[in-house]
């Protein structure tokens, strides 16, 4: 897997449409908030603008930032979801802009974890094999494997819903690997924890970095999150870099204003 490049990439989402006889108080209040955004066009909401950066082969990136800053459509744009209208995706020397997500070795747990509630956690993280038809052997060997880096090797034949917030998220991220996909991305993967779990899954999620050979990025907007687990980190605020760093740099050297601001407010 080569280095994962974003060159220039600019996301506009159009603006909310207020046509018709229903729902028109709440398109009205959508389209408010979209036009006092800090950066609007004629065709929308600037999401992101002018966004370039690099991601090295085995990297753990975090993408950083206040809600609303770009960070999960920057996300999107790498897994293929979101097709920039301006500006290119590469991966290594190949133009992915618009690859379509299943052509991509990429993987993407998302803020809810999205686990079939009446499936086992085995059956949950086997699903991805399942669909394309591995032999059952296979696909039960490298289950209980990989269930054991996860540390869920015991709660394979349970339900989502009998497991802690931070188990959910385990099965989630074991889901996604058990395809092992040179990216994996990450959607604030902690924020539907409590700040005892929190710290618990960043040991966890670091270590698991060091035993994979995968490229993390994830997005979020704590900073202990980021300074804890980044090689690199990227703060973002409105759709555009303030800061590409090491996360002590980061933190002792911060490029601008916000970004010390930011760090400052948060801690």
Not at 9 to 30: A, D, L, M, N, W
Not at 184 to 199: A, I, T, V
């Amino acid at each position: 897997m080569a280095d994962i490049r974003l060159e220039d990439v600019t996301v506009i989402y159009p603006f909310q449409k207020v046509s018709g006889i229903f729902g028109r108080k709440r398109k009205k209040e959508i389209l408010a908030r979209q036009k006092a955004m800090p950066y609007t066009s004629n065709e929308g909401v600037v999401a992101v603008q002018h966004c370039s950066f690099a991601v090295k082969e085995g990297e753990l990136l975090g993408i950083l930032g206040p809600s609303g800053s770009g960070k999960s459509t920057i996300l999107r744009v790498i897994a293929g979801l979101e097709v920039p209208p301006l500006g290119s995706v590469y991966f290594g020397d190949k133009d992915c802009t618009d690859m379509k997500p299943e052509d991509r070795d990429v993987a993407m747990v998302f803020q809810n974890y999205a686990l079939y509630p009446n499936q086992t956690v085995f059956k949950n993280i086997a699903f991805p094999l399942e669909v394309k038809h591995i032999p059952r052997e296979e696909i039960k060997e490298k289950v209980e494997k990989l269930s054991v880096l996860l540390e869920i090797d015991d709660k394979l034949e349970s339900l989502p819903q009998e497991l802690s917030g931070g188990e959910r998220q385990r099965v989630a991220i074991g889901r996604a690997l058990i395809r092992e996909p040179q990216v994996l991305l990450l959607d604030e993967p902690f924020s539907n924890l409590d700040p005892q779990m929190r710290e618990k899954l960043r040991t966890w999620l670091k270590k698991l970095h060091g035993s994979i050979n995968t490229t993390i990025v994830y997005v979020t907007h704590d900073q202990y999150d980021a300074m804890a687990l980044s090689d690199r980190i990227i703060v973002i605020k409105d759709g555009i870099i303030m800061m590409d760093d090491t996360p002590i740099n980061v933190y002792n050297n911060p490029a601008n204003e916000f970004v010390a601001e930011f760090f400052r407010t948060n801690s």
